[in-house]
């Protein structure tokens, strides 16, 4: 039932039906047009992104949307910037949880 979804993700491949089931319905298929922006410095990031098909690039847009990093077909992006906005580091230069107490 979820294969058209998952085909093509490489970090789901080996995972098995159950978490694939649970997963699948959450994942969303977004077709991007070639120029268009997925995501803005400074917004906030609620989204891990696959990309199945095609690439895409991080740009800089103080420099004319000059590509500064590439993202190639079967890769993914946002977990990180996900986790980041999750912690903290407090004033002894330890990490936590933001809403931690």
Not at 5 to 16: F, Q, R, S, V
């Amino acid at each position: 039932m979820y294969r058209p979804i998952y085909e093509g993700i490489d970090i789901l491949a080996d995972k098995d039906k159950t978490f694939i089931s649970w997963i699948c319905p959450l994942l969303n298929e977004r077709h991007l047009n070639p120029e268009e922006t997925l995501q803005y410095e400074g917004g906030k990031i609620n989204a891990i992104h696959f990309i199945k098909k095609g690439s895409c690039a991080y740009v800089l847009r103080a420099y004319a949307q000059t590509p500064f990093m590439k993202l190639a077909e079967r890769t993914h992006f946002g977990i990180i910037d996900i986790i980041a906005a999750c912690i903290k580091k407090d004033p002894t230069g330890r990490y936590t949880a933001k809403n931690a107490a």
